[in-house]
């Protein structure tokens, strides 16, 4: 996100913050009800990963969530959310309400695209549960649950990062991260596993040759194994320190983290504007799919 646009890691972490609050001031008030929108596809994964969760739940209790379940109640889950969006229940509290980007920028999904989404979310559920890894799962025993969908962090080069695994377990002697995709596969697919593989070795201190990191692309029914290496690892390590310490670089008092709108740029690659759940904030007057202006003289980073 800062890399891509400054102005949006601004507003998503620092112009949002006490949003949420009913006298907040109308700016972080709009900021945060921004923040918490999601997009179709997103929606998609939130619901299928709720739902494997909760067939990963069933499993550690000693019992079994029937397939059938599973779908509708993801299904159900769909279109729940959906009704929230269509309703504009986000007005009164967007913390918990969706907000579809779809809805809120008056492009809303028409029923022929709905009724190819819904045999997705069901093929994505079926995929998980007639794969070999859910099988595999059944005969985990209680102790080889390590962490499931829990937010948790771990502390490198004196700084706090944050991270979600999908699923930790021991099986066959290894530490074994598997991060569920309903979407394509991406560039920065691995460099999330690497984090991950971070997070292993300071948080249960173990050796990357005592772990095994797993992408599941639901989608295309497809397990990928991500080899992290000692280099790799490094790299990683250097990527995190080097992104903080850019994003700290426009801090107008990193020790107290206090941001000024002004040292977070927009991005000069407006085709990015289009997608962004920032642009009624950019362009007041973009409510829609209009093409925003352009912007002069500003900086974006790569690394």
């Given at each position: 996100?800062?890399?891509?646009?400054?102005?949006?890691?601004?507003?998503?972490?620092?112009?949002?913050?006490?949003?949420w609050?009913k006298?907040?001031?109308?700016?972080?008030?709009?900021?945060?009800?921004?923040?918490?929108?999601?997009?179709?596809?997103?929606?998609?994964?939130t619901?299928?990963?709720?739902?494997?969760?909760?067939a990963l739940?069933?499993?550690?209790?000693?019992?079994?969530?029937?397939?059938?379940?599973?779908?509708?109640?993801?299904?159900?889950?769909?279109?729940?959310?959906?009704?929230?969006?269509?309703r504009?229940?986000?007005?009164?509290?967007?913390?918990?309400?969706?907000?579809?980007?779809?809805?809120?920028?008056?492009?809303?999904?028409?029923?022929a695209?709905?009724?190819?989404?819904?045999?997705?979310?069901?093929?994505?559920?079926?995929?998980?549960?007639?794969?070999?890894l859910?099988?595999?799962?059944?005969?985990?025993?209680?102790?080889?649950?390590l962490?499931?969908?829990?937010?948790?962090?771990?502390?490198?080069?004196?700084?706090?990062?944050w991270v979600?695994?999908d699923l930790?377990?021991?099986?066959?002697d290894?530490?074994?991260?598997?991060?569920?995709k309903?979407?394509?596969?991406?560039?920065?697919?691995?460099?999330?596993?690497?984090?991950?593989?971070?997070?292993?070795?300071k948080?249960?201190?173990t050796?990357?040759?005592?772990?095994?990191?797993?992408?599941?692309?639901?989608?295309?029914?497809?397990?990928?194994?991500?080899?992290?290496?000692?280099?790799?690892?490094?790299?990683?390590?250097?990527f995190?320190?080097?992104?903080?310490?850019?994003?700290?670089?426009?801090?107008?008092?990193?020790?107290?983290?206090?941001?000024?709108?002004?040292?977070?740029p927009?991005?000069?690659?407006?085709?990015?504007?289009?997608?962004?759940?920032?642009?009624?904030?950019?362009?007041?007057?973009?409510?829609?799919?209009?093409?925003p202006?352009?912007?002069s003289?500003?900086?974006?980073?790569?690394?």
């Open positions: 996100m800062f890399d891509a646009c400054k102005r949006r890691y601004y507003y998503n972490y620092y112009g949002s913050w006490g949003g609050g006298t907040a001031d109308p700016e972080p008030r709009l900021l945060y009800r921004l923040k918490k929108i999601t997009t179709l596809p997103q929606l998609i994964g619901v299928v990963h709720e739902t494997i969760d909760r739940n069933a499993l550690k209790s000693g019992q079994e969530l029937p397939v059938e379940v599973a779908e509708k109640s993801c299904l159900k889950a769909f279109d729940q959310r959906l009704q929230e969006s269509e504009g229940d986000w007005k009164n509290n967007p913390s918990r309400a969706t907000n579809l980007f779809e809805h809120y920028y008056d492009d809303p999904p028409t029923e695209v709905l009724r190819e989404i819904r045999p997705l979310i069901v093929q994505h559920i079926r995929t998980f549960y007639t794969s070999d859910y099988t595999s799962f059944k005969a985990l025993p209680a102790f080889a649950w962490s499931q969908e829990t937010l948790d962090s771990f502390t490198f080069g004196g700084y706090t990062i979600t695994l930790a377990v021991h099986q066959n290894k530490l074994c991260i598997y991060d569920w309903t979407g394509s596969e991406r560039t920065p697919d691995k460099t999330q596993l690497a984090v991950y593989a971070l997070y292993a070795s948080k249960f201190h050796p990357l040759e005592n772990l095994v990191l797993t992408d599941f692309y639901l989608k295309d029914q497809r397990l990928k194994p991500v080899a992290i290496d000692a280099d790799t690892l490094e790299a990683t390590g250097h995190i320190l080097e992104s903080i310490e850019s994003m700290q670089a426009r801090l107008s008092n990193p020790t107290a983290n206090i941001a000024e709108a002004d040292q977070f927009m991005t000069d690659h407006t085709t990015l504007c289009k997608t962004c759940p920032f642009k009624a904030a950019c362009y007041p007057d973009t409510e829609s799919e209009q093409a202006r352009q912007e003289e500003q900086l974006t980073l790569n690394f």
